[in-house]
């Protein structure tokens, strides 16, 4: 990112107390640029967008809004943040835009072609009570999650969760953990 310096508008030191929680400890708005944000008002906003989260997730270095962008550069409990006057992104936007329309359209076709074709059809009553008799026998001494199951099985998500609904209540499966929003079955 290639950048001067005349293209920061305003700096802020976000610091955070135990008790109250995120506050401007700081802030800096360089003159003849023009007022771009309120810092005072979105503190909060800004330092929960780069630091909220537990300390696996993922956190943004840089936020762009639609008339500036945030980099922001934690330190400690701290965080500070330049504010910044983006320069020539209309174009890049507009070329961005056009790859996402483009993306969209695709996903959307696939989409359709997924629900029209057999393997995503309902499977009648006899393969579901098939699957119901196979899926403790898979399980015995092994843990699949239930994504892995309804590929496994080609059934539609609502209909693995009928079954394993009606297999763990029948005391056939259990659940053994869970990894992010995955449930992880095995047999009883």
């Known amino acids: 990112?290639?950048?001067?310096?005349?293209?920061?508008?305003?700096?802020?030191?976000?610091?955070?107390?135990?008790?109250?929680?995120?506050?401007?400890?700081?802030k800096k708005e360089y003159t003849g640029v023009g007022k771009k944000v309120s810092l005072d008002d979105f503190a909060m906003n800004f330092y929960l967008a780069f630091r909220g989260g537990n300390e696996s997730v993922k956190k943004p270095r840089a936020i762009l809004y639609d008339n500036f962008y945030i980099v922001a550069f934690p330190r400690n409990l701290e965080l500070c943040c330049l504010f910044?006057?983006?320069?020539?992104?209309?174009?890049?936007?507009?070329?961005?835009?056009?790859?996402?329309?483009?993306?969209?359209?695709?996903?959307?076709?696939?989409?359709e072609e997924e629900v029209e074709s057999p393997k995503a059809s309902d499977s009648d009553e006899?393969?579901?009570?098939?699957?119901?008799?196979l899926i403790p026998n898979l399980l015995n001494g092994t843990k699949m999650s239930t994504p892995e199951l309804r590929r496994y099985f080609k059934l539609s998500n609502s209909q693995i969760?009928?079954?394993?609904?009606?297999?763990?209540?029948?005391?056939?499966?259990t659940r053994a953990e869970k990894k992010g929003r995955s449930v992880i079955w095995t047999a009883i």
């Open 1 to 26: 990112m290639n950048f001067t310096e005349n293209e920061i508008f305003g700096a802020a030191l976000i610091g955070f107390d135990m008790i109250d929680g995120p506050f401007l400890k700081w």
């Open 84 to 111: 910044m006057k983006p320069k020539n992104l209309d174009n890049s936007i507009k070329q961005l835009n056009k790859i996402a329309s483009r993306l969209i359209t695709e996903m959307e076709v696939s989409e």
């Open 126 to 133: 006899n393969t579901i009570e098939e699957i119901k008799r």
């Open 161 to 173: 969760w009928k079954v394993m609904a009606d297999l763990e209540n029948a005391k056939k499966i």
